[in-house]
């Protein structure tokens, strides 16, 4: 099964519960969708599917605490500390993806070194998509296509060696600003 808590599934109550019960069936492996926040506080959880665990994967969108902060409003060192903690612990397979917008494409090259460094499995970066929540001027002001302040030079020169890296894939939507 995959795992989606619709924004991190350690905030579920509902999910915890199913993971502790001692009678989960053994045959079960699980794909998790977590924001990061709250690994390091469910580690009690992790330890007791780890072997159950196909794949992790966490939301990063940033490089920097401060732009992680603006992006998504956590704390940037929870999810490092996370994803160290699940590598401790055996979970190899911990993934991350990146939701590029205008707030923090400049940060892509040292997402990707980061990710290098952190010895992650798996990192996808995608462009942001819009959802019913975003009005029109927050939209304009942050999508990544025909925006006049977004650096296209830039931009397509870190997906051009982002891509050149078996262990990272770019989705179609940005893929189609290299052609």
Partial sequence: PICDGTGDIF????YRNFFMRDDLP?????NLTTNGNL???????????????????VSFDAATAETYKEVRGGKFNLIIDGVKAMQDMGIYRVNTSFVTQKKNYLELLDHYLMV???NINYAGVSKIDRWQHMNDDWWQ??????NPSVDYKFLTTALKIIKSDPKFGICGGLETLLS
């Avoid at 905030?11 to 509902?14: E, G, I, L």
């Fill in 11 to 14: 905030a579920s109550t509902a």
């Fill in 26 to 30: 053994k045959c079960f492996q699980f």
């Fill in 39 to 57: 690994v390091t506080k469910n580690l009690d959880v992790l330890r007791k599917i780890k072997d159950q665990i196909f794949s992790v994967c």
């Fill in 116 to 118: 290098k460094e952190l």
């Fill in 141 to 146: 002001e942050n999508q990544i296509d025909d």
